[in-house]
């Protein structure tokens, strides 16, 4: 079974900065991609970076610039840096592997986290 678990969100201020977590554990063999989303209320989950295997990052337009996506591959591990921080970017981020392997060729399979709470406000 694998599990993902985020880390780090709470109250700041806007122009501030925050460090998310994500650590996935099981029995993983390999992981594809590792996403971060986030969801507002009333709005729909929207996806904010993604970083995949071979190092390869992608961002929102929204974000750009502002947050950094990196991985721990040895340890299943990924951060999500943000830095002046808006408003707009109150909402829960979820940490989502993609194409997760297990065992002995089980998968690929994704996996969501339980969410993270973010809030930005003076």
């Known amino acids: 079974q694998v599990q993902l678990v985020e880390s780090g969100g709470g109250l700041v201020q806007p122009g501030g900065s925050l460090r998310l977590s994500c650590a996935a554990s099981?029995?993983?063999?390999?992981?594809?991609?590792m996403d971060w989303y986030r969801q507002a209320p009333g709005k729909q989950r929207e996806l904010v970076a993604v970083?995949?295997?071979?190092?390869?990052?992608n961002y929102a337009d929204s974000v750009k610039g502002r947050f950094t996506i990196s991985r721990d591959g040895a340890r299943n591990e990924m951060y999500l840096e943000m830095n002046n921080m808006k408003p707009e970017d109150t909402a829960v981020y979820y940490c989502?592997?993609?194409?997760?392997?297990?065992?002995?060729?089980?998968?690929?399979?994704?996996?969501w986290g339980q969410g993270t709470q973010v809030t930005v406000s003076s």
């Open positions: 989502k592997a993609e194409g997760v392997i297990t065992g002995v060729g089980v998968g690929p399979y994704d996996y």
């Open positions: 970083i995949a295997s071979d190092g390869g990052t």
């Open positions: 099981g029995s993983i063999v390999s992981i594809y991609a």
